[in-house]
């Protein structure tokens, strides 16, 4: 990974500026709280055929976009 280490000079900088001032450093990425709640629109054919897609699965709109997403990220 050739970024790597551009990132991490990017990160002790962040943390360099920060620590006078005494502002907070956010936790990385994998260790913060995650809601498992956003608001995405979409244009309205694609909602149109999730609605209907939803209604011939039996399942609620988010139920079944939730599924979709668990396909398409294979978990």
Known sequence: MQAL????????????DRRPNQEPIP????????SGNFVVRVPAEPHRKLVLEAAEAARRLHRHISYQ???????
């Open 69 to 75: 997403l668990a396909l398409a990220g294979g978990s």
């Open 27 to 34: 936790p990385p990425i994998d260790e913060r709280s995650i």
């Open 5 to 16: 280490p551009g990132i991490r000079h990017v990160m002790r900088e962040v943390v360099e």
